[in-house]
């Protein structure tokens, strides 16, 4: 750490744990900024620290770079409030736990299927023919359905 008590890009990086080719990354895609020397070397507020810990829970928790590039833009860059980190966590929370209630329905669905060699395929929950739930979006329509149906009751 420099006197104005700022960090270097490999001092952020040996307190961190993250590769310096992966702060490249993330400052290049929005996450975490830094500013610059007069010999064009970046340095890093130590606000960035909480940033990339969050960055690294967030992934373990399977969230995008792009989700949480849209939740960091909703909170100032430094020194973030208690009331900001308390609407921040509120926002993952619920999303976090519609995630799991998804997880949790495919954990208990998908073990009828996984070797099942079903001969009924009208019975079974994942055939999809011709692509019908294709035309209704991406990704695992009739587990989202569920989700949603169960969530509302």
């Given at each position: 750490m420099d006197k104005s008590g700022t960090l270097s890009v490999g001092e952020l990086a040996k307190r961190s744990g993250v590769a310096v080719s992966a702060l490249h990354f993330y400052e290049a895609k929005g996450l975490i900024s830094a500013t610059r020397t007069h010999g064009n070397q970046r340095r890093y507020e130590r606000s960035v620290l909480r940033r990339i810990a969050i960055i690294r829970i967030a992934q373990r928790a399977g969230l995008s770079l792009a989700?949480?590039?849209?939740y960091f833009d909703k909170v100032p860059e430094k020194h973030i409030s208690a009331a900001d980190w308390?609407?921040?966590?509120q926002e993952?929370?619920?999303m976090l736990s519609e995630r799991i209630n998804m997880l949790l329905q495919l954990r208990?669905?998908?073990?009828e299927c996984i070797g099942c060699g079903c001969l009924s395929l009208k019975d079974c929950p994942l055939r999809?023919?011709?692509?019908?739930m294709g035309k209704k979006g991406t990704g695992a329509q009739r587990l989202i359905q569920k989700a949603e149906q169960a969530k509302s009751e």
């Open positions: 989700e949480l590039k849209q308390g609407h921040l966590g993952w929370h619920d208990d669905q998908i073990g999809n023919p011709d692509d019908v």
